[in-house]
């Protein structure tokens, strides 16, 4: 097993690639005055106000707590909807803008075509969230299921969107833009986001998923009867994960890069947010491959990155990963030290890898 690493700021580089991924464009700011109308940002440096409008918010609202959300355990202590489900709306035609409030926050996904390239056909969505009820909020992860007319699944998990962890005061709202690809002219994508209420009281709920219900994606943007996935594909581990520590937060995705030598290789690309009320930095990082054959073999020990991340930033590192085995998982952890001076772990969510993008199995370490 092998690795070697890549490095790029979050506000200066999306994924590389396209298909069947989520590619983040642009993101938007808080409006505290029109929650209806919220501006999607078109530079780096409104972003970069986004990030430390949330960062001042969130110290005002929570101050220093370092209490953290569990992502997948919240989503699924919500309720993730079968493909059973009525609201999933299998079978029937969906439209291309949805809404759906969960918690008081409405969520409004709409998506755009914007052509072909090849094969590839790729759409742009903006997403709108407006906080309806009487709590501030702050979504800090996000879930996405985009579903081919083959009924091919891709899940992308990470922090926030494009770099920020928007804080939403009662009557606030914030949107971004993003896109994705799809090799067949027709599909679907769904999901969620996760939200911590910054001033819930004793005994109140402290977290919650806000979820996006199914929309179309179309080549004419219209509605469309689009089929949806196995229930099966839920059952195995997906090539992608997100965890919070301390509320340092790291989302990764892979994807294979090539074959060679009795080497496949795959590419991991992680986001790293900190969701803090200070600055942290980033000291280094372990990666442990587990093979399809249960061979744990330490990947990256010890690797050094040195990196600065202000209160409410993001930044982003990619690197390579070697297995003998065309599927295999990957978990690890960053070392972080806090401003106090207190070095802690920032754990890499365990996620698969293989050829084609599927989810994989949980593979036991021999």
């Not at 355990?73 to 079978?91: A, N, T, Y």
């Not at 996405?144 to 007319?149: A, L």
């Not at 080497?263 to 947010?273: A, G, P, S, T």
């Amino acid at each position: 097993v092998f690795a070697r690493e890549l490095f790029a700021s979050a506000e200066s580089m999306v994924a590389p690639y396209l298909w069947r991924v989520e590619v983040q464009s642009s993101a938007g700011q808080v409006s505290q005055t029109d929650p209806d109308t919220p501006r999607v940002a078109q530079s780096e440096a409104q972003v970069s106000m986004d990030k430390r409008r949330s960062a001042a918010l969130y110290t005002q609202h929570a101050g220093r707590s370092d209490k953290d959300l569990n992502a997948d355990q919240v989503r699924l202590r919500d309720g993730v909807p079968s493909w059973s489900d009525e609201s999933m709306r299998c079978g029937q035609a969906i439209p291309a803008k949805t809404k759906w409030i969960s918690h008081d926050v409405e969520v409004e996904v709409q998506s755009m075509y914007k052509g072909s390239a090849g094969a590839e056909h790729g759409w742009a969505y903006q997403v709108t969230f407006r906080n309806k009820g009487g709590k501030t909020v702050q979504m800090l992860t996000r879930h996405w299921v985009f579903v081919d007319e083959m009924r091919t699944v891709n899940e992308v998990k990470g922090p926030g969107a494009r770099g920020v962890t928007p804080v939403l005061i009662p009557g606030g709202s914030w949107a971004y833009e993003s896109g994705t690809s799809l090799r067949t002219p027709r599909g679907s994508f769904y999901g969620s986001f996760q939200f911590e209420v910054l001033d819930a009281s004793p005994g109140e709920l402290e977290s919650f998923s806000a979820r996006v219900a199914r929309t179309a994606l179309s080549t004419e943007d219209k509605s469309e009867i689009v089929p949806c996935a196995r229930e099966a594909d839920r059952d195995k581990l997906p090539t992608t994960s997100v965890a919070s520590s301390n509320r340092v937060i790291v989302g990764a995705t892979s994807r294979y890069k090539r074959e060679g030598n009795g080497r496949f290789e795959f590419l991991w690309d992680v986001q790293i947010n900190n969701a803090r009320s200070d600055d942290i930095v980033v000291l280094g990082y372990n990666i442990e491959v587990v093979d399809s054959s249960g061979n744990r073999v330490v990947a990256i020990a010890n690797k050094e990155v040195g990196r600065l991340v202000d209160a409410g930033d993001a930044f982003r590192l990619q690197g390579i990963v070697g297995s003998h085995t065309s599927e295999a998982n990957i978990d690890g952890y960053f070392n972080v030290r806090l401003s106090s001076g207190e070095d802690i772990r920032a754990r890499l969510a365990i996620l698969g890898c293989s050829r084609d993008g599927a989810p994989v199995g949980h593979f036991e370490v021999l």
